[in-house]
């Protein structure tokens, strides 16, 4: 039976490593802003997570980022990561970290020029098939609050 | 719904349930089997032996099934079934003068009759034959919505599934008709309180579920479409819940059309039930155009053919209706009197492991009796994909998610739940590894 449980954790383990577990605990980024530039609302409507995405932009810097997502333990860790590390980047630069987690997700070369940091903890997502458009609802989310070429303002 | 298992004693073994085709239902067979507290009159080990998909392996683990509501597994004398028309008989229905065609029409008539007796329905004519419960609700909903004028009111329930809801959505918007619900109450039952005031002579359509995919909830039909039938409204039933655990009898409910899916009851995936009224199936617009449903076609118009062809317009799902006889066969077999009473010792049993755990906030009756099939409920820790995720590598299969019935969800102010669902070949042991794998995950991210 101990032997059962843990040849199933195994597995697991490579899901829920010990930082996404950490970040689904105590999210980070959940504070309202009190001027947000944007905000949008994202939506996954096959298994009904919801997430609020905000920012405030000052020039073509995201300053502010915050992040309330109501989800299973995957789109919350990954919503908090991006909490966590999007702040302070310009708009390019966030642009090719979404690009780099949705590349992760589909098994593609990592771009050596973009810092992964503790997202690298989701790779083990990719073996769950169904659970990647878990990981990603916080960044296509964030995409679509982006100002520019292809988000709306 | 003995009346309607004319198959029990006249085929041959090898037709019936293999499990029980050489021992048919005896007193003595019914034992306690492994659900404790009330007895089991199934047989689960000779009924698990006729589905092959039983005893493969999921992730090194025995396969649980607990999916039920999402689609049951199929006997073999299903699998037999298509695979032998498919080798012997494949042929288009209703059109070739061959000796093939001859068969799979007869073959395709004669489920249509046993669907009727299934039903209590008189008149195999009142029975199409379409793609699923979905199916099933999008014809009557279009053909229906043809006799709807603006100010007209369509009454729902607040836990339909979002097959029972969108159609009607669809045809309120373009005849300019109001849609209403009954509201469901805390503990998961239609607040039938406010049926007075909800039922009005606006009130053309009532469409309700028989049993909730989400709650387990038996409505009352009879006494919502003796209401309903008193102001004049059509009364539509969505059985895809019900029909896997209760004996249908169009008659005794009382309504005026009725739906559900092969698939749900043991049948092939593809084909969708829909019972009506057939002097009220005669007055219906036809839904789809083509090939089957004409009487005449003219370069500029066509007259109809006969109900129920009217509403089958194409090749329809010829080998799954067909393997749709042997499924129903096998559950008359066992028998809904004994099927309900396994349902009930096994809900029974599940709701108290469930609440055993402490902590799990269990949506729906908490009388096990008011109820048949789907536990839904809700871990304060665990959300339910992670759930699911970890009962899977423990080979045990529940869903995890709003189970197309998004309202009902907001109703509790949830956005997901988990639910395990139940069926004749799950027993005790079943029950025991979802509760084991759900203490399994509570550990893990506790
Ligand atoms: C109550 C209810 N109605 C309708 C349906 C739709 O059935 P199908 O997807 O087979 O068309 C389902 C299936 O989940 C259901 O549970």
Same mark, same amino acid.
């Given at each position: 039976m101990a032997d059962r449980e843990d040849r199933a954790h195994l597995q697991l383990d490579d899901l829920y490593r010990e930082v996404v577990l950490d970040h689904y605990r105590r999210p980070r980024g959940r504070q309202p802003l009190s001027h947000p530039s944007c905000s949008v609302e994202g939506f996954n409507p096959s298994c009904g997570d919801q997430i609020h995405v905000a920012l405030t932009i000052d020039g073509d810097r995201v300053n502010e980022l915050q992040v309330e997502c109501r989800g299973c333990s995957i789109s919350v860790a990954s919503g908090s990561m991006m909490a966590e590390m999007v702040p302070g980047h310009d708009v390019a630069e966030v642009r090719r970290l979404i690009e780099a987690v949705k590349g992760m997700m589909q098994g593609k070369e990592p771009d050596p020029a973009v810092d992964l940091a503790d997202l690298e903890a989701l790779a083990g997502v990719r073996k769950f098939p169904v659970r990647v458009k878990c990981a990603l609802l916080a960044w296509t989310t964030l995409e679509e609050a982006l100002p520019g070429i292809s988000g709306p303002a | 719904?003995?009346? +309607?298992?004319?198959?029990?004693?006249?085929?041959?073994?090898?037709?019936?349930?293999?499990?029980?085709?050489?021992?048919?239902?005896?007193?003595?067979?019914?034992?306690?089997? +492994?659900?404790?507290?009330?007895?089991?009159?199934? !047989? &689960?080990?000779?009924?698990?032996?006729?589905?092959?998909?039983?005893?493969?392996?999921?992730?090194?683990?025995?396969? &649980?099934?607990? !999916?039920?509501?999402?689609?049951?597994?199929?006997?073999?004398?299903?699998?037999?079934?298509?695979?032998?028309?498919?080798?012997?008989?494949?042929?288009?229905?209703?059109?070739?003068?061959?000796?093939?065609?001859?068969?799979?029409?007869?073959?395709?008539?004669?489920?249509?009759?046993?669907?009727?007796?299934?039903?209590?329905?008189?008149?195999?004519?009142?029975?199409?034959?379409?793609?699923?419960?979905?199916?099933?609700?999008?014809?009557?909903?279009?053909?229906?919505?043809?006799?709807?004028?603006?100010?007209?009111?369509?009454?729902?329930?607040?836990?339909?599934?979002?097959?029972?809801?969108?159609?009607?959505?669809?045809?309120?918007?373009?005849?300019?008709?109001?849609?209403r619900h009954i509201p469901v109450t805390e503990d998961g039952r239609l607040d039938l309180t406010r049926l007075g005031e909800l039922l009005t002579e606006r009130t053309r359509i009532v469409s309700l579920t028989q049993v909730s995919n989400v709650l387990g909830t038996i409505n009352p039909i009879r006494a919502i479409a003796d209401a309903a039938h008193a102001v004049g409204a059509l009364v539509s039933v969505d059985a895809a819940q019900g029909a896997p655990h209760h004996a249908i009898d169009v008659q005794a409910l009382g309504c005026d059309a009725l739906s559900f899916s092969a698939h749900k009851v043991l049948g092939p995936t593809g084909v969708g039930v829909l019972w009506v009224k057939p002097d009220l199936l005669e007055r219906m617009e036809p839904y789809q155009g083509g090939g089957e449903m004409i009487r005449e076609v003219q370069m500029d118009g066509a007259t109809w053919a006969e109900i129920p062809h009217r509403f089958e317009a194409g090749t329809p799902n010829i080998a799954g209706v067909v393997a749709l006889g042997p499924a129903l066969d096998y559950v008359e077999r066992l028998g809904y009197d004994a099927i309900g009473r396994h349902g009930e010792a096994i809900i029974t049993y599940a709701l108290d492991r469930l609440r055993g755990l402490g902590g799990l906030r269990i949506l729906g009756p908490t009388d096990p009796t008011e109820r048949s099939g789907a536990i839904a409920f809700a871990d304060p820790v665990v959300h339910p994909h992670?759930?699911?995720? &970890?009962?899977?590598?423990?080979?045990?299969?529940?869903?995890?998610?709003?189970?197309?019935?998004?309202?009902?969800?907001?109703?509790?102010?949830? &956005?997901?739940?988990?639910?395990? +669902?139940?069926?004749?070949?799950n027993d005790r042991d079943d029950v025991d590894a979802l509760v084991a794998a759900i203490e399994s995950a509570r550990r893990y991210f506790g």
């Open positions: - | 719904m003995a009346s +309607s298992s004319p198959a029990g004693s006249t085929k041959p073994p090898s037709q019936g349930p293999l499990g029980l085709a050489t021992h048919p239902l005896r007193p003595s067979d019914i034992r306690s089997d +492994s659900v404790e507290g009330a007895r089991s009159p199934l !047989d &689960v080990a000779a009924i698990r032996r006729d589905f092959p998909i039983l005893s493969r392996r999921v992730h090194g683990h025995r396969l &649980v099934y607990l !999916d039920n509501a999402a689609t049951t597994q199929k006997p073999l004398v299903v699998l037999e079934r298509l695979n032998h028309y498919y080798r012997s008989t494949n042929a288009n229905i209703h059109r070739g003068i061959h000796r093939l065609a001859e068969e799979a029409t007869a073959l395709y008539e004669e489920t249509r009759e046993h669907t009727a007796r299934f039903l209590a329905a008189t008149d195999p004519r009142g029975v199409v034959f379409t793609s699923g419960a979905t199916g099933a609700l999008n014809l009557l909903a279009s053909s229906w919505g043809h006799w709807l004028r603006p100010g007209d009111e369509i009454l729902l329930t607040e836990m339909e599934h979002h097959s029972n809801l969108v159609p009607w959505f669809l045809v309120a918007r373009e005849r300019g008709a109001q849609v992670d759930l699911s995720t &970890v009962l899977d590598q423990e080979g045990v299969a529940i869903r995890a998610g709003h189970h197309c019935a998004q309202p009902l969800h907001r109703r509790y102010g949830l &956005v997901a739940t988990a639910r395990a +669902s139940f069926y004749i070949y």
